[in-house]
């Protein structure tokens, strides 16, 4: 059972850049994708993005294109969402999770992930 533990998240003002991290524990992170998810007050939980185990894949969603990178360090077991040129409207709760095996490499459905870690919350000034 891989646990995930989110932290780096805080105060910026529009504009500011912030970089996440996703720790995790357990020997066998290596092996999972790993998606990055936020949910704002009143709304759902929503895509991010997501990088493969090796960390030489990743996709997005439209809303990140460009301005969110995710790597990853498996010798460190971490997970990291480089976040630029952030917006009021990217003010959430930022959370990482696994991808679950035998779903879809392109899914974006937080149902197809798990071991969700606890959140950290990303507050963008105007």
């Known amino acids: 059972q891989v646990q995930l533990v989110e932290s780096g998240g805080g105060l910026v003002q529009a504009g500011g850049s912030l970089r996440l991290s996703c720790a995790a524990s357990g020997r066998t992170f290596s092996r999972y994708a790993v998606g990055w998810f936020r949910q704002a007050p009143g709304k759902e939980r929503g895509f991010v993005g997501c990088?493969?185990?090796?960390?030489?894949?990743?996709y997005y969603a439209d809303s990140a294109k460009g301005r969110f990178t995710i790597s990853r360090d498996n010798a460190k077991n971490t997970v990291y969402l480089q976040m630029n040129s952030l917006q009021p409207e990217d003010t959430a709760v930022y959370y990482c999770?696994?991808?679950?095996?035998?779903?879809?490499?392109?899914?974006?459905?937080?149902?197809?992930?798990?071991?969700w870690g606890q959140g950290t919350q990303v507050t963008v000034s105007s």
């Open positions: 990088i493969g185990s090796t960390g030489v894949n990743t």
């Open positions: 999770a696994v991808k679950k095996d035998g779903t879809s490499w392109f899914t974006e459905a937080w149902t197809d992930f798990g071991s």
